[in-house]
């Protein structure tokens, strides 16, 4: 899906998160934490300040595929979720 119709990046990181929301309920983990590092790359701020996607992130850490498991535990460092070690 594209994004670059949508003039804010604050909107598009937030429809990026959104789309996540979805795919973590669907126990899609791949694809939500592809969306989560699009957000990023859109609004560094807008993920790192988000509760929402620290929510998503407990909840990928959780789960803890191995498949995206270094992902996570990446964004949720640079997001401060989880302390740099």
């Known amino acids: 899906?594209?994004?670059e119709g949508i003039?804010?990046?604050e909107r598009r990181a937030a429809a990026l998160i959104n789309m996540a929301r979805g795919f973590v309920r669907q126990g899609a983990d791949e694809p939500?934490?592809?969306r989560l590092l699009d957000a990023e790359k859109h609004s560094y701020e807008e993920v790192?300040?988000?509760?929402?996607?620290?929510e998503l992130l407990r909840e990928l850490i959780f789960r803890?595929?191995?498949?995206v498991r270094t992902l996570v535990h990446d964004l949720?460092?640079?997001?401060g979720l989880i302390a740099v070690t």
Not at 48 to 54: A, F, G, I, M, P
Not at 76 to 79: G, P
């Open 1 to 3: 899906m594209k994004f």
């Open 7 to 9: 003039p804010s990046v």
């Open 32 to 34: 939500a934490i592809l």
């Open 48 to 54: 790192r300040d988000s509760t929402l996607v620290r």
């Open 64 to 67: 803890d595929r191995a498949r």
């Open 76 to 79: 949720a460092r640079r997001s």
